[in-house]
């Protein structure tokens, strides 16, 4: 039996899964957390990766390796190869000032043509142009501009060690790069007039490896054994659809922290509007994708407001009809990218003597948060996504309620794929096709399905609620 692994180094943590190159099925696994934190010294990674290698049980019966990692994330490199400062990862907003001056300087649709994407704060270009107005010293010293694979796919082979830095070594893919706010999903070259525009000046940018390409091998290090084949990873979402075998007519819908959509297409997307994302996927199509700030914590707060565990808010929800009897809630309660209202809060709608009960409000709370995903699913579909079947995962997607109500908003088969790590999954999908040279045939497991039982009430409640500022982003989309 052939060996690979896939590696998702994430925000919280890093995770490995050894599997079996002719069937995808898991054979070990292990993990290491990372610091919290949405600035971290890139070093903590790779020692993260390493106790979750030996956590798993070691790789000297593997053949090949790949790591999908967080997107966006900055990591700047000296001349030497040495980091200059911490990165800065996805979730860091202190360069929403330098995203909106950058929008303004060039024009959404501007950006959207050359990026297929308009720049938010957790995009890699922002963050330089961030460095280059707050830390003037530290980006005249940026040789190299990395993002956190990247950095480590590197260190996998043998670099960023005194003596042995060649940032010429830096590979990326197509996924990754196209997070950056300086690289085109529709030409696939780096646009380095918007580099520079962010940086001040140019810097060498890993090179964008094709996705079943080799990015050189392993050098022995730790846990890490010499001589394995090494993919060229990707970004998370892009590793969850290869990982998920995500398809034509699929959408994903993944929630947890925060939550994305996204699905796979054959042409690129650029939205002006910012609302969806036109990546590049790790297939070499792509992957246009919506991203909204409010996931599973809204059913942790409710939770915590009625005193039940997930369980039972579930329980208490599948008590209560379609629609709450006019309970709604707006569930901003960290505002919100999508639509983007950063400052609003969570509203709770429609209170009276008869709505106001413990099952409407446990059940307003999941008709809340997929509202705000089914104007994600909407979005994609308005750039060109067929929308047949919904696969729900992360943590949230467990709950018994939430397939089954979701099965209510989206109007579309609600399926739940068999509880797993896809984006390591798909990193390890990935080192199985650079090993053999072909793409992999897996078999997805799906545990449940639920074919629409669409109810519109849900939905037309929710968006007669809506601030005319959100109603008029969404209709812009397309």
């Known amino acids: 039996m052939s060996l690979v692994c896939g590696i998702d180094s994430s925000t919280q943590s890093c995770k490995v899964l050894v599997v079996d190159t002719a069937t995808g099925t898991v054979v070990r696994e292990g993990r290491a957390r990372h610091p919290d934190g949405s600035e971290v010294d890139p070093r903590h990674w790779w020692d993260a990766l390493q106790a979750a290698v030996a956590d798993a049980g070691g790789l000297d019966d593997v053949a090949a390796v790949s790591v999908a990692g967080q997107q966006h994330g900055m990591v700047a490199l000296d001349a030497d190869g040495e980091v200059v400062r911490p990165a800065l990862l996805w979730n860091d907003t202190r360069s929403a000032p330098q995203a909106a001056a950058m929008v303004a300087e060039l024009g959404a649709e501007a950006w959207a043509r050359r990026t297929g994407s308009v720049p938010v704060a957790s995009f890699t270009g922002t963050k330089l142009r961030w460095l280059a107005e707050h830390e003037p010293g530290n980006a005249a010293r940026v040789a190299a501009v990395a993002l956190p694979h990247d950095w480590l796919t590197w260190r996998l082979l043998g670099h960023g060690e005194p003596g042995r830095a060649s940032l010429d070594a830096l590979v990326t893919d197509r996924s990754d790069a196209s997070g950056t706010a300086y690289w085109s999903p529709a030409t696939g070259d780096w646009d380095r007039e918007l580099l520079q525009a962010s940086l001040g000046h140019d810097a060498v940018l890993p090179r964008v490896l094709g996705p079943s390409e080799r990015a050189g091998t392993t050098r022995s290090a730790g846990a890490v054994p010499d ?18 075998l995500l398809g034509p007519g699929e959408v994903a819908v993944s929630i947890g922290t925060s939550t994305t959509v996204f699905a796979s297409t054959e042409q690129p997307v650029a ?11 790790a297939t070499g199509a792509f992957l246009p994708l919506v991203c909204t700030l409010n996931g599973a914590r809204v059913l942790d707060t409710v939770a915590t407001l009625l005193g039940v565990d997930h369980d039972g808010l579930g329980e208490l929800a599948l008590a209560a009809e379609a629609g709450c009897g006019g309970l709604v809630l707006q569930p901003w309660f960290e505002g919100e990218r999508t639509p983007n209202l950063p400052e609003a809060t969570a509203t709770l709608f429609g209170m009276t003597l008869a709505s106001t009960t413990r099952p409407r409000l446990a059940r307003a709370a999941f008709e809340g948060l997929l509202c705000g995903l089914a104007d994600g699913v909407e979005a994609v579909q ?26 209510e908003v989206f109007d579309s088969t609600v399926e739940l794929p068999a509880p797993g790590e896809y984006v390591a999954l798909g990193a390890a999908f990935q ?27 849900i939905r037309r409640q929710y968006r007669d609620r809506l601030p005319e500022a959100a109603r008029e982003q969404l209709g812009r989309i397309g």
């Open 227 to 244: 001589g394995l084949v090494v993919g060229p990873g990707s970004g998370d979402n892009a590793g969850a659809a290869l990982g998920l």
């Open 431 to 457: 080192a199985a096709w650079v090993l053999t040279g072909e793409r992999p045939r897996w078999d997805r497991s799906v545990t449940e399905s639920h074919p629409s039982q669409h109810q519109p009430v």
């Open 382 to 407: 308005r750039v060109g996504v067929e929308a047949r079947r919904v696969l729900a995962i992360g943590g949230a997607a467990r709950s018994r309620a939430l397939p089954r109500i979701a099965a």
């Open 271 to 281: 939205d002006a509007t910012g609302t969806v994302a036109g990546f590049a996927d």
